[in-house]
């Protein structure tokens, strides 16, 4: 299979955001918590949604999946451990650890897979369960956590990681007293995730910013609970319409959400109406360099959007740098986009991109999600046509982004083989 897209057309019309990926697979995660129903709203049709629930029902979880909405019910709970194959599906397979170990004080799980973005370590989700009282032991991947009795400590994680900050604050909800974590990560999906944990009858403080309360909960009750939009889709959107000189509205999202995507959109020259919860965006003939594009965790540059923007800074006058500071190997699609005719030079964690480049159509790879999400904006501004092949990586976190780009305008197809 491949995406198929003839470039050139710029893209019109209006899109709605779907759910956030990163912000469902932790709340199916926390499910596990109650043994009771949750019920999950705007739940995106992803293959790591898929993933996630596939190990629901191996846990003995009751999933039922209509439309958008996701039920849970994890009262039919019957084993705490999760096969390697379905660990390696995807890397948020790991925050199963700690709902699972708060549930039944014990978990038993393999090294988790994903996209491969370079060395993902997991040692500081594995410390602070410790810290709590787990006692873990590791060895060829396989992860054995037992937790008679934690207690809730003082967390200083020395880098604010996404997945050990869920992880975190999951297992807490079973340690005695409070668990405080210092350097938190503020992301977006974080405050989701604890929107849920307090609906389902956690106390949590302080999500949104670098210090974490969880009080140990005595009791927990059913849960309804709407997932918040995909900021990366959305941002994937808002780039694809300003680099193709489209003009679109972005509906469902969150602007605050994207600010320092759209602050580097309006850098550049795109015009930009900002509402509460849509934003229409014009792009120009004329684009101007978006300059340095540094990634930090949030409220920085999101480092899921580093791909799709490169590929913006391409049909850009003049140089952008970049410089990845969350992963260490991002640049795979760097090759890719240079065979459409990018001029894309990459020393370490810095890539110098040197627009304008008149881009032509070309037969590509995607190595990542996002990625392979800046080949198709790539081949959406190309002259001719591209071909995007392992456009499975895409399907992690876009739901069907032919359809999207299609209702905008633009000739794209998935092709069998
Ligand atoms: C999450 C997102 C991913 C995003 C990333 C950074 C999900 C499902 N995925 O991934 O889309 O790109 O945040 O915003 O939410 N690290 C360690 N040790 C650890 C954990 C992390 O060294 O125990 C390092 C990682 O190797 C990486 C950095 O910390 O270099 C950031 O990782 P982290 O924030 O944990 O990202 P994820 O939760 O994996």
Known sequence: ????????????????????????????????????????????????????????????????????????????????????AMMR????????????????????????????????????????????????????????????CMVGREIQLSFPSVGATEN????????????????????????????????????????GTSEIEVDCVEKTQDVIHRVMPDRIVAATYLIGAAMTGGDVLVCDLVPEHVATVTALLECSGCNLDIDRDKIRVRGTENLKSCGTIRTMPYPGF??????????????????????????????????????????????????????????????VSASDLRGGAALVLAALCADGVSRISEEKYIDRGYESIENGFSKLGAEIIRKGE
């Open 168 to 207: 975190i604050m999951l297992a807490a909800t079973a340690a005695k007293g409070t668990t405080r974590i210092r350097n938190a990560a503020r992301e977006p999906e974080i405050v989701d995730l604890a929107c849920f944990l307090q609906k389902m009858g956690v106390s949590i403080r302080g999500a």
């Open 302 to 363: 999101p480092t899921d959007a580093q791909a799709p923007l490169m590929a913006y800074a391409t049909q850009c006058a003049g140089t952008a740098v970049f410089v990845e500071n969350i992963f260490d190997s991002r640049y795979r699609h760097v090759s890719e986009l240079t065979r459409m005719g990018a001029n894309i030079q990459v020393v370490g964690r810095v890539a110098v991109v040197e627009g304008k480049s008149p881009l032509s159509g070309a037969n």
């Open 1 to 84: 299979m491949s995406l198929e897209v003839c470039g050139g057309k710029p893209l019109k019309g209006e899109i709605a955001v779907h759910g956030a990926k990163n912000s469902v697979l932790p709340i199916l995660s926390a499910t596990v918590l109650r043994a009771g129903v949750c019920v999950i709203e705007n739940c995106p049709c992803l293959r790591d949604v898929h993933s996630a629930i596939t190990i629901l029902e191996h846990l003995g979880c009751r999933v039922h999946r209509e439309g958008s909405t996701v039920t849970v019910d994890a009262s039919t709970l019957h084993t705490c451990s999760i096969p390697d």
């Open 89 to 148: 599906e995807m890397r948020s397979s790991v925050i199963f650890l700690g709902a699972i170990l708060a549930r039944t004080g014990c978990a038993e799980l393999y090294l988790p897979g994903g996209c491969e973005l370079g060395n993902r370590p997991i040692d500081l989700h594995l410390s602070a369960l410790r810290c709590l009282g787990a006692e873990i032991e590791e060895e060829g991947g396989h992860i054995c956590c037992k937790a008679s």
